[in-house]
């Protein structure tokens, strides 16, 4: 896939465009390689590099950053601008949004400027289509004398053409030169390789990089006679021409939409209103159907869930009892039956969860999501309107909650940690390997298999694999940006602005790719605030799921008190950290999307990458913590492992101001290797009803504001450095105490019961 | 209001007015700051006149009458700087010395209607603030303004961008780059908690903020 810059034989074809118009999809279809694909503007932030064959010839091609102006005001335009001045590709291929003609055209404009030859890939053609656009692609041909070739990349269609006019491309002309009167500067250039016009431009901004660029491949004499034209109208104190030109830019620009661009009827007035109609229906008795199975239990209301499993519980018991046809792993794995005779975390459980409250919402909606564009604009409408957008977020969340904690958390970990690697494979493991050392070092109690690798892939990757599956299609559907609008206000206390939501809500899933995700933020300030709060209080899925089973098992009081203590640290912590760290938040503004069904081979494809990705990544840092804990238990001093001290030395505080018993501590301990490790401790103690109410909600709440597992600390101080990771960890310790002791303390003084 | 004052006489004021909003105004600055000559005698003429006042210690102090004309004066400057900057395009330092021509022969009507014509803007492109004239005080629902800014669109209305008043090279980039430049066609489809505006196909999101930055024209023009 990725290789050094071309051997000379092969010819160089790089893809340009505005963000999230499909150029990724195009690599795809030219070169079979993946790049991560998102409904996202600006997923792209390096530069991809593959192979096609073509014809005989074999072509390097390029996918670049989106780029909104080849007058660049990002990074990723710069990168862009570089590779189109540097690399001197044989061909472009401008991938265009058909429906957003006149960005696509003031890019046109710039690129054909390069005199390289060009091919215009008028893309989502379907989409302008339904919204009554239909662009004259023969006339913009021969505007530019350039192919301009009609796709829908996702469906590969037009990809023949596409092939067909790469082979053939050649030089464009470029209506906008012979418009411009002011001849000096062209001339000046003696019909320079680079584009006069965007020399134009360049030189009147600040973009010395570029310059720099541009002296490596102009003449040095043409170069000179550029700079003192520049410090000509530099001294002057005015940029005329530049203003000129991006005048006349505008002014082509709107001439040739009112030209090439033409409404006609829409197409999705042809669509059926019936089957709409149908659909829409079921939606709606779909997620009356979720809600009742999800709020019954609250409001004492029996709900078609509970007695659909205590039905199936009954009779597989029944069946079990007599047949039993595939032992023990058939009936905890497939028949979901534990020890007790319960029915739950199984295949067959599973499914009827699914059915429950999966199937009947996410059926209607993807139905109507692919037939009906007039539904998707209405949803996309909704989703960012407070009032109808909060029902909709709290909705989404719920469906992510079932998804990723019932079914990752609580089936699949169930499956993968409890009946495989508890029940059968480190049992066999252990009476494979000869006692001693390696033994120890493996499986013992805090062993690399038993412990590292069984929390690695038997609850983690279930949690963050179902995770990561519920938010590439979030993504895909183009609904997370609209979040950043609910959002804006409420980030804008703690000085971010909406952008920062998203790597909040990845944090959800996994705490340690959002601390890597801050990387879409614009500023250092905004980042580091970002990455503190993520690891002070966004509880990633895995501890979501403990800390859930714990909750269920008291009161919706208990649940409520935790997340309100926890959210409002946040925003205080938010809030008093935005007037502490220097710097102004960073503007908001954001193209949104329109809301899409989400391609399932992309869906597909972008998790098994970031599974790949966190396999790579994380476990390492999985099986170095398990190592260090290995160290610290083997360790002897006095007689007394370096845990068992340490622990010790955390009993003061616990018992002293948290009030919590003391093998509590050994807890505390774990929570720093796994968030969540540490909150299934407290589960268990409090199954054996070592803690009160009140202390469960105490610990809770310290175990989330707590530092976070080490995984997320390596990746801060990969991201932040080592200085800030410390101050961070530093803060977030006592922090995290001081809360507790609070908490506790108003509890017992107003003898707040949760049992 | 109804006396001729000499270019001279207006330039002392604006520099006191300046002055003043800097901090003070002293006999020294004023000589130093003021676009002509500040002679003693200059000085004396406009105490006699009722203008100003300068103590013992050499500080100056404009007087109701003096002040009345002082304003009026930057009005009319930081109005043009607005009008040369934002419509006619041209680049900050440009306009300073074509408004300090303005600032004299403009007549209040005409400084009014540009006022009205620009949405009764409250800073200047360097941010001091334009003094209000009778027309932002009564008229500003009395008249429809010409240019307003896209947070005083209703939501679903459609109107053609006039101009950017913002003095942030980044965001106006970044603005055009999406597509929102001067005489292009928005619609504001929401205003809270964050302003989206639908330009060509493409919806935006941006802050309050920068929604106030966005002046277009009220009834559009095609």
């Known amino acids: 896939m990725a290789m050094n810059p071309s051997p000379k034989s092969s010819r160089k074809v790089v893809l340009v465009g505005n963000p999230n118009v499909g150029k990724s999809i195009i690599f795809r279809i030219l070169t079979g390689s993946y790049v991560m694909v998102s409904n996202f503007p600006g997923t792209t932030v390096e530069v991809s590099r593959g192979r096609m064959q073509l014809g005989g010839n074999i072509y390097e091609v390029v996918d670049t950053p989106g780029i909104n102006s080849l007058v660049p005001q990002s990074e990723d335009e710069r990168v862009t601008c570089e590779i189109l001045l540097r690399e001197k590709p044989d061909v472009i291929v401008q991938v265009a949004d058909a429906k957003n003609l006149r960005r696509t055209l003031l890019i046109t404009s710039q690129l054909v400027e390069f005199g390289i030859p060009m091919v215009l890939a008028l893309n989502m053609i379907d989409e302008a289509e339904d919204r009554g656009i239909d662009v004259d692609s023969r006339g913009l041909s021969e505007l530019f004398s350039i192919p301009a070739i009609k796709t829908i990349a996702i469906y590969s ?104 661009k033409k409404k006609k009827k829409s197409r999705s007035l042809k669509e059926s209103g019936n089957v709409k109609k149908v659909w829409f229906g079921l939606l709606l008795a779909g997620l009356l159907f979720f809600a009742w199975n999800e709020f019954g239990g609250l409001l004492r209301i029996p709900t078609p869930y509970d007695l659909a499993m205590r039905q199936a519980g009954k009779s597989l018991n029944a069946f079990a009892a007599q047949a039993n046809p595939g032992g023990d792993l058939f009936r905890d794995i497939v028949l979901g039956l534990n020890k007790d005779g319960n029915f739950e975390f199984g295949l067959l459980p599973e499914a009827v969860h699914l059915l429950f409250f999966i199937v009947p919402v996410i059926v209607p909606l993807a139905v109507l999501l692919s037939r009906s564009r007039s539904f998707a604009r209405e949803m996309g409408e909704l989703s960012r309107r407070p009032s109808t957008g909060i029902p909709i977020l709290l909705g989404v969340l719920l469906l992510l909650y079932e998804f990723v904690g019932y079914t990752g958390a609580q089936t699949l970990v169930g499956l993968l940690e409890n009946a495989f690697f508890e029940q059968h494979f480190i049992p066999w493991l252990r009476a494979l390997i000869p006692e001693g050392f390696l033994w120890n070092l493996l499986v013992g109690e805090y062993g690399l298999i038993s412990m590292g690798i069984t929390y690695a892939v038997g609850i983690v990757l279930p949690v963050v694999g179902a995770f990561f599956i519920a938010f590439g299609l979030l993504e895909d559907s183009g609904y997370l940006p609209r979040l950043s609008i609910l959002s804006d206000r409420l980030m804008r206390v703690m000085g971010l602005n909406g952008k920062a939501i998203l790597p909040m809500v990845l944090g959800f899933g996994c705490v340690t790719m959002a601390t890597m995700s801050t990387r879409i933020l614009s500023s250092k300030r905004e980042r580091l605030i970002t990455t503190l709060l993520l690891s002070l209080g966004i509880p990633c899925s895995a501890q979501l799921g403990v800390i859930m089973g714990i909750a269920a098992g008291f009161t919706v009081k208990a649940t409520l008190v935790i997340i309100g203590v926890v959210a409002s640290q946040l925003l205080l912590v938010g809030y008093l950290s935005s007037l502490l760290i220097r710097g102004q938040p960073s503007e908001f503004i954001f193209e949104i999307p329109p809301i899409r069904m989400p391609q399932m081979k992309n869906v597909v494809l972008k998790t098994m990458y970031r599974i790949k990705w966190y396999l790579k990544e994380a476990v390492p840092l999985f099986l170095a913590g398990t190592l260090v804990l290995f160290f610290m238990d083997s360790v002897r001093i006095h007689g007394q492992s370096l845990l068992v001290s340490f622990q010790k030395g955390l009993e003061p505080v616990l018992s002293g101001l948290l009030h919590l018993p003391t093998e509590a501590a050994g807890i505390f301990l774990l929570g720093f290797l796994r968030r969540d490790y540490g909150a299934a401790g407290l589960y268990e103690l409090s199954r054996d009803g070592m803690l009160t109410g009140q202390q469960v909600v105490v610990s809770l709440i310290v175990i989330t504001l707590f530092v976070p597992c080490i995984a997320t600390f390596l990746m801060i101080i990969k991201e932040q450095g080592w200085k800030k990771a410390l101050a961070i960890a530093g803060f977030i310790v006592p922090f995290a105490v001081s809360v507790g002791t609070v908490v506790g303390w108003i509890l017992r003084t107003f003898d707040i019961q949760f049992n | 209001m109804g006396r001729k004052t000499t270019e001279e006489i207006q330039e002392v004021l ?130 429809t303004p010409i240019a307003v ?47 989206v505006v639908q330009c060509e196909e493409t919806e935006i999101a941006f802050e309050p903020d920068v929604a106030q930055n966005i002046y277009v024209w009220q009834t559009p023009k095609e």
């Open chain 1, 157 to 260: 269609k037009g990809r023949k053409q596409l092939l067909n006019a790469i082979q053939n491309a050649h030089p464009p002309c470029n209506p906008i030169q012979a418009l411009y009167s002011r001849e000096s500067i062209v001339k000046a250039l003696d019909n320079p390789a680079p584009p006069a016009l965007l020399c134009i431009e360049w030189l009147a901004g600040k973009n010395d990089d570029l310059i720099h660029t541009l002296e490596g491949c102009m003449g040095a004499a043409a170069f000179t006679r550029l700079k003192e034209w520049r410090e000509h109208y530099w001294s002057a104190g005015h940029n005329y021409p530049a203003r000129e030109v991006s005048g006349l830019r505008n002014r082509f620009l709107d001439r040739s939409v009112a030209r090439y």
């Open chain 2, 14 to 143: 604006e520099a006191v007015w300046t002055l003043e909003e800097q901090g003070s105004a002293t006999v020294d600055k004023v000589v130093r700051s003021a676009e002509t000559t500040v002679s003693d005698e200059l000085l004396g003429r406009l105490e006699s006149e009722g203008l100003l006042s300068v103590n013992s210690s050499g500080r100056i102090r404009l007087l109701p009458e003096g002040r009345q004309i002082a304003e009026k004066i930057i009005r009319r400057h930081r109005l043009a700087e607005r009008l040369i900057c934002d419509v006619l395009g041209y680049q900050v330092e440009d306009s300073e010395a074509a408004a300090c021509e303005y600032e004299h022969v403009l007549a209040e009507g005409i400084t009014n209607s540009i006022c009205t014509l620009l949405g009764h803007p409250r800073y200047c492109p360097h941010n001091k603030p334009i003094p209000e004239g009778e027309c932002c005080r009564q008229a500003s629902r009395a008249l």
């Open chain 2, 149 to 195: 800014s896209c947070d005083q669109l209703q939501v679903g209305e459609s109107a053609r961008i006039a101009y950017f008043s913002t003095k942030e090279h980044s965001r106006l980039l970044k603005l055009s780059a999406l597509g929102i430049t001067p005489g292009v066609t928005l619609k504001l489809i929401q205003k809270w908690p964050a302003c």
